[in-house]
């Protein structure tokens, strides 16, 4: 009899367990520090490969049409893919204007938690050096022309996409 009684409240405890411990950690919360992880090594190696070239050419920057296979040598192992790995579904993209010089991560259909973790990783990027905007201002967008602010998941933007998001990274120097 103690053996069945004992039966019943491990049952019970394991039952209980599963009702309310299970749904602590879901799918959302993985690809949300995923992606702030995935965004935050890129950022730094790109940054990291951007300087090095930087000071490697005389302070030259790479050019927009081939700043991968320019910089590519002077990332962490030297290959800028692995460095540099973009979230499902979105790019990395470099353009530079006049004294500027950026990288943006675009992408359409971003999911509700990708978006969450670029916000996540965004807030911890120095500086006031990134931000979140409908679109990379290499695509046409300006920042200085006042483009909408896209920082959270509920704010409402004027593409035509409302999935569409770019995180845009200003680079130093």
């Not at 973790?117 to 807030?123: D, F, P, R």
Request: aromatic share 8%; net charge positive; proline share 4%.
């Amino acid at each position: 009899m103690f053996f069945v009684i004992s039966g019943i409240i491990a049952i019970a405890l394991f039952a209980t367990f599963m009702a309310y411990g299970s749904g602590h950690i879901t799918t959302d919360a993985l690809i949300r520090r995923q992606t702030h992880h995935t965004v935050q090594g890129a950022v730094g190696g790109i940054s990291a490969a951007f300087q090095a070239y930087r000071l490697a050419n005389g302070g030259a920057r790479p050019t927009q049409a081939g700043w991968r296979t320019e910089i590519a040598d002077y990332s962490p192992g030297r290959s800028l893919e692995s460095s540099a790995k973009a979230p499902p579904g979105m790019t990395w993209s470099y353009a530079v204007a006049s004294s500027k010089s950026w990288i943006c991560l675009s992408g359409t259909n971003v999911s509700k938690a990708i978006l969450e973790g670029l916000v996540s990783s965004m807030a911890s990027l120095s500086g006031g050096s990134a931000r979140i905007a409908e679109a990379c201002p290499a695509d046409g967008a300006s920042r200085a022309t006042g483009e909408s602010d896209c920082s959270s998941p509920e704010a409402v933007c004027t593409t035509t996409s409302p999935a569409s998001r770019a995180i845009v990274v200003y680079l130093q120097g």
